[in-house]
């Protein structure tokens, strides 16, 4: 297309900024203006290399190409066709194609400003932030890659200011004005006085009141970024402009997609937030009862898919929330690494301990029985609660009683050698117990041993395994660990493991290769 262009040789940036007016546009269309512009301005950056152009005494030229760059954004933003996800029949080829010859010219542009990227106007930037989120249907590799280095040549100033002034005030605040909830109030503190119910909204559910679900997705990604780029100090002063967006979207039932891209969001809030921020202005009770129902989306009401990828990330956010670690954040919510908080060396606080007694008893146990027959979600339960046990330590003894039946009930399932990484979560999670609530274990010894044993057992049984199977052999080392570990808890207790196993081994010789340490 580049070589079908021919630019003259008195073409100037004024020439190329007049070019992207409006009639210019019409008259050829979009495409091809932006083509047009491309090779335009590979000239006039070719000139200024040449010595034709005096950059630091000609502010004209500036100022034309930083118009030419704001046109640029302008066309290139991924504007929907304000159907709904489900029948969204936007052109996403020609979106994409756009914007990758767009900001191929913007990356090209600033090499004739002695400033660079930061000397584009904030709107410009604000539209860029749209293309930093590489799953978005609008986006390439490249786009993703060049719209991010152009946004990092920013100052932390500027930055600053883009993010509460351009993209929080101005920009997303009228956009989530009609879909806020009624826990918060239009400044971003808590309401009160709570009237409607937090759901609500769902009747609402129009292109004119939710906007940043329809025409305008982008959206998300632009607040995205800039919950990414911002940090503690910067939060402590401006809270209140991002909890409304965020609430928000946490509120949003549908699509999963969303759900999750929200929960991930909220862990990079949190992770932010000074300590005790939240739980001073009162708004950790709210965020708690934002996230907190997205535990219940089980199957079947939730396809499994869907529940598996929603309980991936609201577990995690839940569990940061009462001051312990999770896992990582994964890059289908943010394409940029963020590591967990760590919560060792911390003590728990009363609001911590309930938020955690919550996540168990209405959360993992109720999730665990109604949908036991999920053997993924199934790991996933058994994930979170080892994340819990082993922050909580001896604390977490009193939930031993519900969880050792449910491990073992895991561990003795016929069928549950047909996915082994679930296993290998339930030995885990009883490897925690083990390790963190070991004064209680021997009242436990015979539950455990059976857990032990059965599993063992249906693993040497499973004529599905190969015998390279990596899992299956982790699998097959962490039951002996656990063996080693229930031995040396009875021995520290003067209790003879070995009266119990021996029996067992007689009995079925292949058990002396589990209970090695009972031997």
Not at 54 to 75: E, G, H, K, Q, T
Not at 116 to 134: D, E, K, Y
């Amino acid at each position: 297309m580049l070589s079908h262009v021919v630019v003259p040789d008195d073409t100037t940036a004024q020439d190329v900024k007049e070019f992207l007016s409006e009639d210019g546009k019409k008259s050829l269309g979009q495409m091809a203006a932006l083509w047009a512009t491309h090779a335009g301005i590979l000239k006039i950056v070719r000139d200024v290399k040449n010595g034709k152009h005096d950059m630091d005494d000609d502010d004209n030229l500036s100022s034309a190409l930083i118009d030419v760059a704001d046109c640029i954004s302008i066309i290139i933003l991924p504007v929907c066709d304000g159907a709904s996800p489900e029948d969204d029949t936007t052109d996403y080829v020609a979106l994409r194609e756009k914007a990758d010859i767009g900001i191929a010219t913007i990356e090209e542009l600033i090499k004739a400003l002695p400033g660079g990227a930061s000397q584009l106007q904030a709107s410009t930037h604000l539209r860029l932030a749209a293309f930093t989120w590489p799953k978005d249907p609008w986006m390439s590799g490249a786009m993703f890659a060049r719209s991010c280095a152009l946004l990092n040549d920013l100052e932390p100033q500027a930055r600053a200011r883009l993010i509460t002034e351009d993209i929080l005030t101005s920009f997303l605040r009228p956009l989530f004005s009609k879909s806020r909830p009624a826990a918060i109030t239009a400044s971003g503190r808590k309401a009160e006085f709570v009237e409607e119910s937090r759901y609500d909204s769902v009747a609402n559910e129009s292109p004119e009141t939710k906007p940043w679900k329809y025409a305008h997705r982008y959206a998300v990604t632009v607040f995205a970024w800039a919950v990414q780029q911002t940090d503690s100090e910067l939060l402590q002063k401006h809270w209140p402009l991002y909890t409304p967006v965020l609430l928000t979207l946490l509120d949003e039932p549908a699509p999963a997609a969303l759900k999750v891209r929200a929960l991930g969001l909220f862990r990079v809030f949190w992770k932010r937030c000074p300590a005790d921020l939240m739980q001073q202005t009162g708004l950790a009770e709210v965020f708690e009862q934002a996230v907190f129902p997205a535990v219940l989306y089980l199957p079947s009401l939730t396809p499994a898919e869907e529940s598996l990828k929603i309980l991936g990330a609201a577990y995690p956010a839940l569990v940061e929330m009462a001051g312990l670690a999770a896992g990582s954040i994964d890059d289908y919510v943010l394409p940029f690494e963020c590591h967990s908080p760590d919560g060792g060396g911390r003590q728990l606080t009363e609001a911590q301990r309930k938020l955690l007694d919550k996540i168990i008893r209405e959360g993992v146990i109720v999730g665990y029985h109604h949908a036991k027959e999920h053997i993924r979600i199934v790991g996933l339960l058994c994930e979170t609660l080892a994340w819990i046990v082993n922050g909580m330590g001896i604390l977490a003894v009193k939930y031993l009683k519900d969880i050792v039946p449910m491990a073992s009930e895991i561990l003795t399932d016929p069928f549950g050698t047909k996915h082994p990484p679930t296993l290998l979560s339930a030995v885990q999670l009883l490897q925690a117990m083990l390790r963190k609530c070991w004064p209680r274990i021997p009242h436990y010894c015979n539950e455990i041993l059976k857990a032990l044993t059965l599993s063992w057992l249906n693993i040497k049984d499973e004529d599905s395994f190969h015998s390279d199977d990596l899992t299956v052999s982790e699998l097959k080392s962490e039951l002996v660990k656990s063996a080693d570990m229930l031995s040396a808890i009875m021995k520290a207790t003067r209790s003879d493991l070995s009266e119990r196993v021996n029996p067992l081994i007689e009995k079925e010789p292949e058990l002396s290769k589990l209970f090695r340490a009972a031997n």
